[in-house]
């Protein structure tokens, strides 16, 4: 467990900048924190890490986008965008096919609000929990791995 300070938008570009390099292929970023915390805000800047031009947006609406990676160093193909905020079920992602990405050594997923699928989670390796949360200097990530 650790926890890393982030004062602003450009801190979490670079924590994010510095968990991308890390990672391999296959993990799963679970993010938590209250609307607000800057779960987007990490989760594009973990794309802009990885190269990705697109803008990224938020898929509140649509559940889970897939941003394909340019040429890597590592087998890593994509960036996989997913926010719970209004899903019924875990099911619901079962259908738009986001367990072919998960612990799938070519993808990382990035999950918002990913303690409403908490238990969904328990099955897979791998999976980072980042809990945001917003202090009056900022934010705090604590960074728990399973
Ligand atoms: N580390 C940070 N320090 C200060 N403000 C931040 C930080 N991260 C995000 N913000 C700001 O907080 C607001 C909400 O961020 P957002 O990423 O959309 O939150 P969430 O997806 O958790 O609801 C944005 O205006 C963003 O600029
Ligand atoms: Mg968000």
Known sequence: ????????????????????EKLKGGEILALEGDLGAGKTTFAQALG????????????????MKVYELGAQSSGLRALIHVD???????QELFYLGLEEYLNNPNSVVVIEWADKIKNYLKKFKKVIWLKIKTTRN?????????
């Open 1 to 20: 467990m650790k926890t890393i300070i982030s004062k602003s938008e450009q801190d979490t570009t670079k924590i994010a900048a510095k968990i991308a």
């Open 48 to 63: 802009h890490a990885f190269g990705i031009k697109k803008h990224i947006t938020s898929p509140t609406f649509v559940l």
């Open 84 to 90: 719970c905020y209004r899903l019924d079920e875990p």
């Open 138 to 146: 900022g934010r705090e990530f604590l960074v728990v791995r399973h």
